[in-house]
């Protein structure tokens, strides 16, 4: 059994819809439902043929999905943000003090303090280095003389925050936030 996924656009809008398995993919392309819009660049190989295997496809034929709503999570936070610092905009892999910065030391931020109210939400998290976090602490952002580099937004649907932080970097161009 071949493992791996592939992400499933809408027809005509290539709207993100799904990830599916590798087989799920090659079916629908054969039977002419889908098309390849991205190769892998790897091969599924029978005895007679093989087939490229691909990384994104899109449906023929535009399909109405209603809106999913995304469930928050710390992770999906962290992966939405791409482990960048909302306020300086380090990454995993710079140097801070000294010290490379690896996805663990990055955490995620309330920009409403939950000391003030501020809930769990897309909107009002965010992810920070500890830095970052430790400066701004039970304040608004604007209170420690702090800017925020983009506005936190509630990504379309909760499996395409684990898709672009676990699948494959031609996704990300596919996937709106």
């Known amino acids: 059994m071949v493992q791996g996924r592939v992400l499933l656009l809408n027809?005509?809008?290539w709207e993100p819809l799904s990830v599916i398995t590798i087989p799920r993919a090659i079916?629908?392309?054969?039977?002419e439902k889908a098309i390849v819009v991205e190769q892998s660049g790897e091969f599924l190989r029978t005895?007679?043929?093989?087939?490229?295997i691909p990384s994104v496809i899109a449906l023929r034929t535009y399909v109405n999905?209603?809106?999913?709503q995304a469930h928050w999570s710390r992770r999906?936070?962290?992966?939405?943000?791409s482990f960048t610092c909302i306020y300086c905009g380090i990454q995993p892999g710079q140097l801070m003090r000294g010290k490379m910065l690896t996805k663990s030391d990055f955490t995620v931020d309330h920009v409403i303090p939950r000391s003030r109210g501020g809930r769990d939400t897309w909107t009002n998290t965010a992810c920070a280095c500890y830095a970052c976090n430790h400066r701004k602490g039970d304040r608004l952002p604007h209170e420690?003389?702090?800017?925020m580099a983009w506005e936190p937004k509630t990504?379309?649907?909760s499996y395409l925050v684990v898709a672009v932080g676990s699948g494959?970097?031609?996704w990300r161009r596919y996937i709106e936030y």
């Open 47 to 52: 005895v007679r043929d093989k087939f490229p």
């Open 76 to 81: 999906g936070v962290l992966v939405r943000d």
């Open 144 to 147: 420690a003389g702090m800017k």
């Open 155 to 157: 990504p379309r649907t």
């Open 27 to 31: 079916n629908l392309v054969l039977a």
């Open 65 to 68: 999905v209603p809106r999913r």
């Open 11 to 13: 027809g005509h809008t």
């Open 168 to 170: 494959n970097d031609t």
